[in-house]
Structures are given as structure tokens and as C-alpha cells.
């Protein structure tokens, strides 16, 4: 029924299908791989329930925008609210060399896309989730309102939260410039984890499912830190260092930064990965007498 769905808005949106396969790509949409009349093989997603706004138009901008800063992307070949068609990339090589690139490509991105200002033109996605990019020009305030305790309200976070773990979050925030250095704004790809790192037709690193806004870097990289990641991907923490001159210690600050994703995931899902477990224990030290 939901291939069904997916062939239907394809054969609807002009690109007739004589065959679609499915794909585990991303968690919030259906998605597949289309073989078409015409010869061509194309990817393909939609939403069974659509979310209330244009999620495939973001989508669509935030590949657009890594493209033009030098990050290889899929093309966007068709976006409408219900269906966003791409090129095909292909799985990525699990080998040093791999990660070595990927990691100099973004660091490039990164060092490239300078702002004085977080935040982007407009609201955006994570996921089926909204994402507030109101602009702010203090990156400490837009990381604690706009990443953090903008997720306090949703449901699932109020059920995973009692009010000591809230007080003690807001805690946390206010003592984020104490517990990391000031950092300059830039294009992030904002949900950069290794199942949305692909690679195209040649075998070099290509991503997807981006999530951008301008905001400090260490949001790519501790993304990657803190999910699974292959060994060769230890390249990738290295090169990445060693390119943007990261100071001592600098992966220390990477769980703060990793409190966006988890509480995200604990507003989208009831099994959250153990986000509620590591946002508990990160702010454990803020509680009133560290209980």
C-alpha cells in the first residue's frame, strides 16, 4: 500500500514508474528507488501523513545550498509538498581514504561560510519536526532557544523530562559559555550522521537529508561523533582537526552540542535510542546539590 502510494505521486508529478523498490533511508518518510519508462532510476520520498508545511521544499533548498558550498549532493530533480525526486547516489566505500575526503570537503564548508548571524531565512525541518532558525546574532542564546529548550514543550519531551530535569536543562544553558568557547556562525548540514553520507557514481562522499542553518560547526561534527560510526570514520575526526586547527580538548564540548539531537529524537520517537538517558545524565551535574 505505501510503494503504492509513492508510484501513484511519482506517476502523478510526471515521472511514470515501472517499478519501485524500497529503501531504509531516513526514518519520518517513505522512500524508494523508481525505475522509470523512460529508462531512468531516480530516488524518491513522500509522507503517508504529510507534516503541516513543505518539508521537501527545505529539503530541497538545504541541497541546493551544500552543493553551491562545496558539498557533493543528489539533484533535485522534482519538490512538491507530497513527493521529492533526486538523483541516485550510491553506497559509500568504508575506507580511510573515504572519510579522509569528507572530512577536508566539510571543513572546507565550514572555514568557506563564515556568518555573523545564526539562523536561516526561514523555519526549516528536522525530520517531521520543525526547526527555528529565527536569526540571532549570539550563537550561545540561538543554540539555548532555538536547539535545546525549544523542544521542552512537545509531548513525548514532557512525559521523558520531570520539571528537575527542565530546570536543570535551562541550567545547563545558561552556563554554556562557560562550558565552551565562542564560535563563529556557518552552513551546517544540520543532521549529519553516517547514514546520510553517501557517495556518488566516482565513490566520493556525497550527503543527504540536510537540515541547514547557519550555526557552529562542532553540529555536523558532533552528530557524527556521537552516533555509530564505522572505524575508518576515525580518519574523519583527525583530518577534521587538523584542517580547522581545532584546539585541545575540542571534542569535549561535542555532548552539549549533541543535546539538539537527542531531544529532538525524544520529541519524534517513543523509543528515542537512549536520548532521554544521556540528557539526563549530562545535566545531572546542574540539578540543585548534583542529585
Not at 515521472?15 to 524518491?44: M, N
Not at 543532521?191 to 550555526?215: E, H, R, Y
Not at 580518519?235 to 584546539?247: H, I, K, L, Q, S
Not at 561535542?254 to 517513543?270: E, I, W
Request: proline share 8%.
Amino acid at each position: 500500500m505505501a510503494l503504492q502510494q509513492l508510484r501513484d505521486r511519482l506517476d502523478a508529478a510526471g515521472f511514470p514508474v515501472s517499478d519501485v523498490r524500497p529503501t531504509d533511508e531516513g526514518f519520518a518518510a517513505l522512500s524508494g528507488i523508481a525505475s522509470l519508462q523512460d529508462g531512468r532510476t531516480v530516488f524518491a520520498k513522500t509522507f503517508a501523513q504529510q507534516p503541516d508545511g513543505d518539508v521537501f521544499a527545505a529539503e530541497a533548498e538545504g541541497l541546493v545550498a551544500l552543493g553551491s558550498a562545496g558539498l557533493r549532493t543528489p539533484e533535485v530533480l522534482h519538490s512538491d509538498p507530497d513527493l521529492l525526486v533526486l538523483s541516485v547516489l550510491q553506497p559509500r566505500q568504508e575506507t580511510p581514504e573515504f572519510w579522509e575526503k569528507l572530512a577536508r570537503d566539510l571543513a572546507n564548508v565550514h572555514l568557506t561560510t563564515v556568518s555573523d548571524r545564526f539562523g536561516w531565512p526561514h523555519d526549516g525541518w528536522l525530520g517531521s519536526k520543525s526547526q527555528h532558525n529565527a536569526w540571532e546574532t549570539d550563537g550561545f542564546v540561538f543554540f539555548a532557544e532555538r536547539r535545546v529548550l525549544r523542544w521542552l514543550p512537545e509531548p513525548r519531551v514532557q512525559e521523558k523530562l520531570d520539571p528537575s530535569d527542565r530546570k536543570a536543562l535551562e541550567r545547563l544553558c545558561s552556563a554554556l559559555p562557560d562550558l565552551m568557547p565562542p564560535r563563529p556562525a556557518c552552513l551546517t548540514h544540520g543532521d549529519f550522521w553516517a547514514q546520510n553520507i553517501l557517495a556518488t557514481a566516482d565513490g566520493s562522499p556525497a550527503v543527504i537529508d540536510p537540515a541547514v542553518s547557519f550555526m557552529w560547526a562542532d553540529v555536523d561534527v558532533a552528530h557524527l561523533w556521537s552516533t555509530p560510526h564505522p572505524p575508518q570514520a576515525a580518519r574523519f575526526f583527525d583530518v577534521y582537526a587538523e584542517v580547522t586547527r581545532a584546539g585541545p580538548d575540542w571534542t569535549d564540548r561535542l555532548p552539549y552540542v549533541q543535546l539538539r539531537q537527542h531531544l529532538a529524537l525524544m520529541a519524534m520517537f517513543d523509543d528515542d535510542w537512549g536520548s532521554a538517558d544521556a540528557v539526563r545524565e549530562l545535566v545531572r551535574p546542574f540539578r540543585r546539590g548534583g542529585a
